[in-house]
C-alpha cells in the first residue's frame, strides 16, 4: 500500500518561533487508535515547537538532519542528526533548530495504554 502523505504549515506551534513543515506519513486509519501522529517534521533555522506536556502519550523525536537545542522538563542538551529523544506520559519538551540548515525529525506519538 502505497500512503499519500499530507503537509500542513504550523505558525507558533505551542508557543514556539516562526513556522514549521508537519508531513503526515501516516493517516489515522492505518495507526488503528494506536498512535496520534506519526510524521516527519521540518523546522527552519531560528524556528522552533514551544514547551508542551503529554497527558495520555508519550512523544519520540528521531533527528535525521541539522542541530537543536531540546527542552527536556527544564533541562537543556544540544542534540544532532542520530540522535533519538523520548517524551513520556506527564512530561514536557520543547525544541529549536540552532543550527544554519533545516532541522528534520521524525516524531511519534503514541497513547498510553489504559491501565
Not at 498512535?35 to 508519550?58: D, I, Q, W
Amino acid at each position: 500500500m502505497i500512503i499519500k502523505s499530507e503537509t500542513v504549515t504550523a505558525k507558533n506551534k505551542a508557543g514556539g518561533k516562526g513556522e514549521i513543515q508537519i508531513t503526515h506519513l501516516l493517516t489515522p486509519k492505518e495507526m488503528l487508535g494506536q498512535c496520534e501522529m506519526f510524521a516527519k517534521v521540518t523546522v527552519p533555522p531560528g524556528a522552533s515547537l514551544g514547551t508542551h506536556y503529554h497527558h495520555g502519550n508519550s512523544e519520540t523525536y528521531h533527528i535525521l538532519q541539522g542541530k537543536a537545542e531540546y527542552n527536556d522538563n527544564d533541562k537543556i542538551y544540544e542534540i544532532s542528526s542520530g540522535q533519538t529523544v523520548f517524551c513520556p506520559d506527564g512530561s514536557m519538551h520543547a525544541i529549536e533548530n540552532i543550527g544554519e540548515e533545516d532541522l528534520i525529525f521524525i516524531a511519534l506519538i503514541i497513547k498510553t495504554p489504559e491501565q
